[in-house]
């Protein structure tokens, strides 16, 4: 007798979809907050269940900072912590008070991790362990900071690692000031 071959999904197949996760997720009734990052952004947005197919209640990404002035790299910790008040803001704005976090396969993600941080500063109730959530001083950029103080001493490579910061006129020495400056304007804004 022979055995019939099952086909496992084509996402699944494709290591797009863990549909077991995907059904502990949808169990808990909650709203999802689906975190996605690329390498020059990082994606945010509140989705919701419906059997017609998920709907998106709202998103934001990290491109939406420099309308707050952040000129410079939208995929560091930092930009994704502020990522994180944003949606978290906009979902409250929504009614929704409460979300679970889908991550994805991206689940270990320092960047994920501060953006669920954002949004918990910002309001939104998730489940998130302590442990994991990055150090307040992380999230304002003290390593990017750390970091250029250390490559100032040698012009060439900190002018090559900080383009994109020169390029805007703004000392990466600074980020932690600039940082303030723009999530001030995002828990201001109504």
Do not use: C, H
């Amino acid at each position: 007798m022979k055995r019939r071959q099952v086909i496992p999904f084509r996402r699944k197949r494709t290591g797009k979809t863990d549909y077991k996760k995907r059904l502990k997720l949808l169990l808990s009734k909650k709203p999802r907050l689906v975190v996605r990052r690329s390498l020059k952004n990082i994606i945010a947005q509140i989705v919701e269940y419906k059997p017609e197919g998920d709907v998106v209640v709202v998103s934001a990404t990290s491109q939406n900072l420099k309308k707050y002035g952040w000129n410079i790299s939208t995929s560091n910790i930092p930009a994704s912590y502020l990522t994180g008040i944003i949606i978290g803001k906009k979902a409250l704005k929504k009614g929704v008070k409460e979300a679970i976090v889908d991550a994805g396969f991206r689940i270990r993600s320092a960047r994920v991790y501060a953006l669920v941080k954002g949004a918990i500063d910002a309001g939104l109730k998730t489940r998130a362990n302590e442990k994991v959530l990055p150090k307040e001083e992380i999230v304002k950029g003290k390593r990017i900071k750390d970091y250029a103080l250390k490559l100032k001493s040698k012009p060439e490579i900190y002018k090559k690692q900080f383009s994109g910061y020169i390029k805007n006129n703004i000392e990466p020495e600074n980020i932690d000031a600039l940082f303030e400056n723009v999530k001030k304007k995002i828990m201001e804004e109504s």
